[in-house]
């Protein structure tokens, strides 16, 4: 399967807990996004990655979310201190390097669904 | 200014019907414009895209029609199949802004045998 993987697909944790997800985008993509997607809402942007350079933060990501991706290739995000309002599928799309004619066009892994309790 | 809205929020079709979902946006900066299917418990899966210089853009049974002046698009799907039964999002985004997409709410369609 060469598409963008998420690690793992499902995680329940206790309030107050740390977590990791992972993320492998589709090789020689260089941009890597995470959303984060609530019941009965479209996915919301978190942050983005063009290599191994974060680019832009979403306000939605407070200091207890990190991100990295640290050699361009897979990233990592980390949730301290979980709260239940951080319930929620997280997402990770990659696209391809763009040409100055064409878009990026991104494609997102299964997702990996948090449960705080 | 950075919203998307789309509508309806749910929509139920005969098999063999058309299906139409629209969206709205603010933001005249925004240079691409996808379409988004997603079924329980995946994750998004592309299904066709526009760009604003271009007014309608079909792949098989999909067709996306722009309206730049209203800053609306739509996506039709022809001869509706119950496998088409998903949530569909419309999103933005700018080349210049990094290519984040901004999603609408989404729409919940359920095309009946």
């Known amino acids: 399967d060469t598409g963008v993987s998420q690690d793992p697909r499902h995680k329940i944790t206790k309030r107050g807990q740390n977590v990791t997800f992972r993320c492998d985008p589709i090789?020689?993509?260089?941009?890597l996004y995470w959303y984060r997607q609530t019941l009965g809402q479209g996915p919301e942007f978190l942050t983005y990655?063009?290599?191994?350079?974060?680019?832009?933060k979403s306000r939605l990501l407070s200091d207890r979310f990190s991100a990295e991706r640290p050699k361009g290739s897979f990233s990592t995000l980390e949730i301290q201190r979980t709260e239940q309002g951080d319930s929620a599928m997280y997402l990770c799309?990659?696209?391809?390097?763009?040409?100055?004619?064409?878009?990026?066009?991104?494609?997102f892994g299964p997702g990996t669904r948090l449960t705080v309790l | 200014q950075q919203q998307v809205k789309q509508s309806p929020q749910s929509l139920i079709v005969q098999k063999g019907g058309i299906s139409i979902i629209n969206c709205a946006y603010e933001?005249?900066?925004?240079?691409?414009f996808p379409w988004y299917q997603q079924f329980p418990g995946k994750g998004p899966a592309l299904l066709i895209a526009?760009?604003?210089?271009?007014s309608e853009k079909k792949e098989g049974r999909f067709t996306i029609s722009f309206n730049k002046s209203a800053k609306q698009f739509s996506l039709h799907i022809m001869d509706s199949q119950p496998g088409d039964s998903a949530t569909y999002f419309c999103?933005?985004?700018?080349?210049?802004?990094?290519?984040?997409?901004?999603f609408g709410q989404g729409t919940e369609l359920s095309v009946k045998p």
């Open positions: 999103a933005a985004s700018m080349r210049n802004q990094g290519g984040k997409l901004i």
């Open positions: 526009i760009r604003p210089d271009v």
């Open positions: 933001n005249t900066a925004f240079d691409y």
């Open positions: 090789s020689e993509h260089n941009r």
């Open positions: 799309a990659s696209s391809p390097p763009t040409g100055r004619d064409s878009y990026n066009e991104q494609f």
């Open positions: 990655f063009q290599n191994e350079a974060q680019l832009e």
